[in-house]
């Protein structure tokens, strides 16, 4: 990239952007992937072939959807998708396909994620193409979303019943934990339990961390589909402790992958633009976990030179999935957007306070020169804040509610991840205690 930059080649810079949200993606910074996909798009010339162009549109709208901006990233599928057509690139045309019908089904938007799918199922039916497992995937996960059990299931059954590989085995697994849940809504529970044991036993072959949590849960409805309730409680319990520790794993390896690609490269070429745009969340407008992790660390080294405190908060919305199911996704965009401007609200208040989404529906504000016992009395009446707003407004019958976890420096940690680490137990704690209320 360097070398790129420094003799003006501008495909080849390009194309080094491109990987590089590649690589942010499997690293798990939609933030980081989302810069690098905009400035590959940017930096490619007019009159670059249609192949490159809508390569990178492709990565564009990876990234705008992995930072929850689905609208806009079923945009650049469209426009990726129109210069594929064109194009005599049959697996980048079907790539296409295949991600924006996974997105339009995570969007909600189910009429138009079944149309782009039987695009996709029809292209394997005339021989064009051979399902792979994401690709059954996605077009089961479209079909299950308006009801075609069936249909989704005699599209995942060839390709589950195919001998597994290194090379895709976390593909397999996908296609098997959503065969797992379209025959148990089929009601054909011991038929589920066989996908599910399949599944379990790659993801424990392949080490599978990230497949593993979801397994559980899966596990636990199926004890509660056979009526089994203890067994699916004490499940679901271990599925949440477990998720709890693997989004703990995950950030730790983040941060050390992150460390270690950033010690290898100094300073990158950035417009004002794409700076701002690299610590902002898209959907919320808040900052994001990027420039949280900076300015918290950049507070801890202070601690005990001119400031003396600090506190963290995490702020998870309680049932949020339930939001997302019941009303649809752009229902809970929006009301992330709304909790965005209460929580910022919140944080002027505070000199030099900062709000961060960190992913999902959890937040993470920063209280400098903030006690404890202050802490607490912020968090509480931004809970009653949260609870007591006219969500009507947004849907008929909605309510939303927020769990908090509250640390405090340096009486609890003086680093940035154990200070996290003890504010997510603290969250644990707010949601494992009946939710809505803040523990510290």
Aim: proline share 2%; glycine share 6%; hydrophobic share 40%.
């Amino acid at each position: 990239r360097e070398w790129a930059a420094e003799h003006g080649e501008n495909a080849l810079l390009a194309l080094s952007h491109r990987r590089l949200s590649a690589l942010f993606r499997r690293v798990g910074d939609p933030a980081l992937m989302l810069e690098h996909a905009v400035t590959a798009v940017d930096l490619l010339d007019d009159d670059a072939d249609d192949v490159v162009r809508a390569d990178h549109l492709l990565g564009l709208a990876d990234a705008l959807g992995a930072n929850g901006s689905y609208e806009d990233s079923i945009l650049r599928y469209r426009e990726a998708a129109q210069l594929a057509d064109g194009c005599d690139d049959q697996y980048l045309r079907l790539a296409v396909i295949n991600n924006l019908a996974y997105t339009q089904y995570e969007a909600g938007h189910a009429t138009e994620a079944v149309a782009t799918a039987e695009l996709l199922h029809a292209a394997a039916a005339d021989g064009r193409h051979v399902l792979g497992s994401h690709d059954a995937d996605t077009i089961a996960r479209a079909y299950s979303m308006v009801g075609r059990l069936q249909d989704a299931a005699d599209v995942l059954e060839p390709v589950c019943d195919a001998v597994e590989s290194g090379e895709d085995c976390d593909g397999l697994v996908c296609a098997l934990l959503t065969l797992t849940e379209v025959r148990r809504r089929s009601g054909g529970i011991d038929a589920a339990q066989r996908s599910l044991d399949r599944a379990s036993s790659l993801i424990e072959q392949y080490a599978l961390t990230g497949r593993r949590t979801e397994a559980m849960r899966e596990q636990a409805e199926l004890h509660a589909a056979r009526g089994s309730f203890r067994e699916a409680f004490e499940t679901f319990r271990a599925f949440h402790a477990a998720d709890v520790d693997l989004r703990a794993l995950e950030r730790d390896s983040r941060a050390r992958t992150l460390h270690a690609i950033f010690e290898a490269t100094e300073a990158r070429r950035s417009s004002d633009y794409f700076r701002e745009l690299s610590v902002r969340d898209p959907l919320t407008g808040l900052h994001n976990r990027r420039h949280m992790d900076d300015r918290l660390d950049d507070l801890l080294e202070h601690l005990g030179h001119g400031q003396t405190r600090l506190t963290v908060a995490l702020v998870d919305l309680d049932h949020f999935k339930r939001i997302n199911d019941t009303w649809s996704h752009a229902v809970g965009d929006e009301v992330l957007r709304q909790v965005a401007r209460l929580l910022q609200d919140a944080m002027d208040d505070v000199p030099g306070g900062l709000a961060a989404r960190m992913g999902g529906e959890e937040f993470l504000l920063l209280l400098p020169d903030v006690d404890r016992r202050e802490g607490i009395e912020r968090m509480d009446r931004l809970r009653l804040t949260i609870c007591a707003h006219p969500w009507s407004e947004v849907s008929d019958a909605i309510t939303v509610t927020a769990s908090i976890g509250v640390a405090a420096a340096p009486e609890d940690e003086v680093k940035r991840s154990p200070l996290i680490a003890v504010a997510d137990k603290n969250l644990y704690r707010a949601k494992h205690g009946g939710r809505n209320r803040v523990m510290a």
